[in-house]
């Protein structure tokens, strides 16, 4: 079992950055990927970043590229969404997820492969 606990979120002008934080707890942490998703209003949710159980594989949506970077510290039992160059487009609820699949060579980026979910952290972008 793995429960996960979002934080860091809130209320950040057009280009200004946020650091968003999950953190984890169960015994198998540090054996799962992990990934990030966000649900804006009206829309599915939306693959935004991923990291393997490791942190040496990473991938990105293409709409945060550049602007996004996942981390993850399995000592600390954390994973963290530094978000830079914010875009009202950005505005969503944010979630983590952990993956319990042992087999996979990259993280996947399809929501309903993961298996655990926090609670989601609002992100609002203004313009």
């Known amino acids: 079992q793995v429960q996960l606990v979002e934080s860091g979120g809130g209320l950040v002008q057009a280009g200004g950055s946020l650091r968003l934080s999950c953190a984890a707890s169960?015994?198998?942490?540090?054996?799962?990927?992990m990934g990030w998703f966000r649900q804006a209003p009206g829309k599915e949710r939306e693959f935004v970043a991923a990291?393997?159980?490791?942190?040496?594989?990473?991938s990105y949506a293409t709409s945060v590229k550049g602007r996004f970077t996942i981390s993850r510290d399995n000592a600390k039992k954390m994973v963290d969404l530094q978000m830079n160059s914010l875009k009202p487009e950005d505005t969503a609820v944010y979630y983590c997820?952990?993956?319990?699949?042992?087999?996979?060579?990259?993280?996947?980026?399809?929501?309903?492969?993961?298996?655990?979910w926090g609670q989601g952290t609002q992100v609002t972008v203004s313009s």
């Open positions: 169960g015994r198998t942490f540090s054996n799962y990927d």
């Open positions: 997820a952990a993956d319990r699949e042992s087999g996979r060579i990259v993280p996947t980026t399809r929501s309903d492969r993961y298996d655990y």
């Open positions: 990291i393997n159980w490791s942190g040496g594989i990473t």
